[in-house]
């Protein structure tokens, strides 16, 4: 019985040997493997400071400096080895609240990519 438990706890970690992700809400994205490949669901977000102060100048304690920031999501997507694949969400880059889809690109295994342009209505495919 012990034995079982402890293949079931161990288990989980072997499969996410030499694999660093980064975790937004419980949810692992962002992941590169032990061969330095992107791979699964990727966000490229955006920083955005609304509030910083410093405070303690002078006091023993030194300076300590905070913030009030948020992230807004510009891109959305999946790597496999490396490459993009699937459709990626593109966003218009500002201080919203609400994200704005600009653009769809869609990357296929043969080279060819085909983009949609939500914001200014157009679709353009490349062929490699």
Do not use: F
Not at 44 to 50: D, N, T
Not at 106 to 126: F, K, M, R, W
């Amino acid at each position: 019985m012990k034995l079982t438990l402890t293949i079931i706890m161990t288990l989980p970690c072997l499969l996410t040997l030499g694999q660093t992700c980064d975790t937004i809400n419980g949810h692992a994205i962002n992941c590169v493997d032990s061969n330095g490949l992107r791979q699964g669901e990727w966000e490229q977000r955006k920083k955005i400071v609304l509030l910083s102060w410093y405070n303690g100048y002078g006091s023993e304690n030194g300076c300590k400096y905070g913030e009030k920031a948020k992230y807004v999501t510009l891109a959305k997507g999946n790597y496999k080895n490396n490459k993009k694949t699937g459709t990626w969400k593109y966003c218009l880059d500002g201080d919203r609240d609400v994200i704005q889809i600009e653009k769809l690109i869609t990357y296929y295994d043969n080279g060819t990519t085909e983009e949609q342009n939500l914001y200014y209505n157009y679709v353009t495919s490349i062929n490699p």
